[in-house]
């Protein structure tokens, strides 16, 4: 079976308790674009561990994939494997070769690039879209390169110079593209990493054909896609369901199941459009009671309603076949809680969102409003066990996105999860 899962918001939906919940069940979890600009928050027991490149299903100890759409920093993923095996996890990773690495200078072009930019996109400057680009430019290091010292030297006597322009162009430190520490420490990890190298299309496409169950793990969400979120804010890589297939090489007939991640509420890090943004006590109310700071940068996250409008959409986007709600004990305890249903755009009233981010960013909100809840949620053991009020709630959400909600998260352990009531 193979089942893709992805965030169907502006990232930070809660996808890696998800995966972590999902993974007993599977035999593969797997990356398929994003690096870590992505941070995944996995709570079990009174243990929280915070990853950027290893899939969450690290904690069952399943079999681990990076695909080759994936940027990755080997000096994280490093770090994160060593981290994990100190805490006496099992790390079975596997590392697609054609894996790009973010090199130092991605980091430092980023940077530079966003401290020119008039209009900032809010980057987690950690060379994303520098190395996506050089992805595109067919100019990239990949991962099989820092296995092979004279290979590596190669690729950079023959790219560098461009690098060193245009950090020196841009005001940098030029020096950093032929970084012997870095380098060296580049080429140590590959060393180490050499075994763990593999071909992860033909590893998933050989487990599938043996009935084996594989899950695909999105980072970010649909709105921060390259092509379909709310450019220019947004991340550099295809974050919506359809990229997995693309990226991990596996044909679209394959994919069995869809699962969309949503939070009961909206958050946004970075800068862009949001039309449901609560500045207000509101707003804060959920960013102290969800801790919605970073993952990665510890930025506080710009929180708001529901935004059903952008719901439709990720569902058109992403083809979801189920959702899994998460944090809905967040909005315990408001009186009245909106869900944005239609967006009034300079006096048309619009049901879907305009591609245009200028026009979007000119919608405002127009809202249904519901009743809340008080009693708390964080215990419950059923579905049937919410009160009236958050069903009616998560029933709204999933008559508006036209997708049935499966799984409703009401705090961050694995234990508090409820299934929705499903007909035989
Ligand atoms: P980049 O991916 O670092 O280039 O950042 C581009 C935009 O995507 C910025 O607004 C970031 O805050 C946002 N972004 C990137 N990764 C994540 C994530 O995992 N969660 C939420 N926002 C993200």
Redo the contacts with the bound molecule.
């Keep these: 079976m193979f089942t893709i899962l992805t965030?169907a918001q502006?990232?930070?939906e809660g996808k890696g308790k998800v995966v972590d919940l999902l993974a007993e069940n599977y035999d593969i979890v797997v990356r398929f674009q994003?690096?870590d600009?992505?941070?995944h928050t996995v709570k079990v027991q009174d243990r929280t561990y915070k990853l950027h490149l290893i899939p969450s299903g690290v904690l069952f100890g399943k079999r681990l994939l990076i695909g080759p759409g994936v940027v990755c920093n080997p000096k994280v993923l490093w770090e994160e494997i060593e981290s994990l095996r100190k805490e006496g996890l099992d790390v079975d990773i596997g590392i697609d070769p054609k894996t790009s690495i973010i090199m130092p200078y991605h980091i430092e072009l980023?940077s530079l690039r966003e401290k020119a930019r008039s209009e900032k996109?809010?980057?987690?400057?950690?060379?994303?879209?520098y190395a996506y680009i050089d992805k595109v430019a067919r100019e990239e290091v990949q991962m099989g390169d820092l296995t092979d010292p004279a290979r590596l030297q190669a690729k950079l006597d023959e790219i560098g110079p461009a690098r060193e322009k245009a950090i020196a162009d841009m005001g940098g430190d030029s020096s950093l593209v032929r970084s012997a520490p870095d380098i060296d420490e580049y080429l140590r990890i590959g060393q180490a990493l050499k075994d763990s190298l593999t071909d992860v299309s033909l590893e998933i496409n050989h487990a599938l054909d043996q009935d084996l169950m594989v899950l695909a793990e999105g980072?970010?969400?649909a709105f921060?896609d390259v092509i379909h979120g709310t450019q220019k804010?947004?991340?550099?890589?295809f974050t919506t369901a359809g990229s997995a297939c693309a990226n991990l090489g596996v044909g679209p007939v394959r994919v069995d199941n869809v699962v969309g991640v949503i939070k009961a509420y909206i958050?946004?890090?970075?800068?862009?459009p949001m039309p449901t943004e609560l500045k207000d006590a509101t707003g804060e109310y959920m960013r102290e009671k969800g801790g919605e700071y970073?993952?990665?940068?510890g930025?506080a996250?710009r929180c708001g309603w529901f935004d059903a409008v952008l719901g439709k959409k990720s569902a058109f986007l992403n083809g979801y076949t189920e959702l899994a709600l998460t944090k809905l004990d967040v909005l315990t305890g408001l009186e009245t809680i909106r869900i944005c249903v239609a967006y009034d755009l300079d006096g048309q009233a619009l049901t879907y969102p305009p591609e245009d981010t200028g026009a979007f960013a000119r919608c405002r909100p127009v809202y249904l409003e519901m009743k809340g809840w008080t009693e708390d949620i964080t215990g419950v053991k059923s579905y049937q066990e919410l009160p009236a009020a958050a069903r009616a709630y998560a029933e709204k959400i999933e008559e508006l996105m036209d997708t049935e909600i499966t799984a409703v998260s009401v705090g961050p352990g694995r234990e508090q999860t409820v299934f929705t009531p499903q007909e035989e």
Excluded: H, M, Y
Aim: glycine share 30%.
């Design positions: 965030g502006f990232g930070d994003g690096g600009n992505a941070g980023d996109i809010g980057t987690t400057k950690r060379g994303i879209g980072a970010q969400g921060l804010f947004v991340t550099s890589s958050t946004r890090v970075g800068e862009g970073g993952t990665t940068t930025r996250r």
